[in-house]
């Protein structure tokens, strides 16, 4: 197994007023009220993984692949995986297990219906599997999911879980059953303090050539890794919310620098979905 077939791509896909961060704007009330770009942006991402040889993983939110299920089937038939994102981008820890369990099982049983694959893998919104939601890894291997990737092993406002593993691994959620875990990637910097690597934001504010660097090492050690983003981060366009200054750096900064960034990256090994990943490690 070479160290090319360790490096994994992967999208979420969901629009810019579904974004966390710009929620006190844009209530899922009024989600039908914005302009939808999220088609467009998406066939900037498989541009991308086209002109790159890559395939990747797109974990699709419901909410959107019920509106666009020809964008589901155009992912599907260029030879991605499909996986779920969760139905409303609601976060882990503001759903009971019920709600999550239907979210889930709602959002699986759409894709599948859509695309005509099996869905197996799923992504948190914001990365909320963490140590308070625990809870919900065994529901999802109720639910016939067979590998999760929504931890990231650093410490954030929201979401995040330091003393993660920063690997792929398998989780015993008991009662006989267990998953596989596909972390976000991290760099150890101090100790045992993570940063991240590149990817969803970061790929954006993390200096371009500190991720060059990381990506190149972890490509010559062998070592597994995703590298992530979200279409909406392809269009410098998109309407614009009077956040502050916070939100507006994360959220707004170098938009215009995502596609030629990624490109850079995809063109440093064979990116493959993330199923594909961990089947080659022997986790599913």
Partial sequence: MSAETLAAFSADVEDY?????LRPF?????????EDRVVPNTERVLSVLERTGSR?????????????PELVRK??????????????HELVYNLTPEEFREDIRRTRELLRSISGHDVIGYRAPSYTIMKRTQWALPILAEEGYRYDSSVFPIARRRYGDPDA????????????????????????IVGKLNAPTTGGAYLRLLP??????SVARLVRNGRPFVVNVHPWEFDPEQPRFPV???TRWTHYHNLDQT??????????????PQAEVLAAMGLL
């Avoid at 990747?56 to 666009?68: K, P």
């Fill in 75 to 88: 992912i599907a038939d260029a030879g991605h995986e499909i996986a779920s994102h969760g139905f409303g």
């Fill in 165 to 188: 593993p920063r690997w792929p691994h398998r989780v015993d959620v008991g009662g006989g059953m267990s998953l596989a875990e596909f972390p976000l990637p991290t760099n150890r």
């Fill in 17 to 21: 007023f579904q974004v966390e961060a």
């Fill in 26 to 34: 844009c209530p899922r009330s009024d989600w039908e009220t914005f």
């Fill in 244 to 246: 502050g200054a916070r």
């Fill in 56 to 68: 990747g993983t797109f974990f699709v939110l419901g909410w959107i692949a019920e509106r666009h």
């Fill in 259 to 272: 596609e030629r960034r990624l490109e850079g990256l995809l063109g440093m090994a064979a990116y493959r």
């Fill in 208 to 213: 371009y050539r500190l991720q060059k660097r």
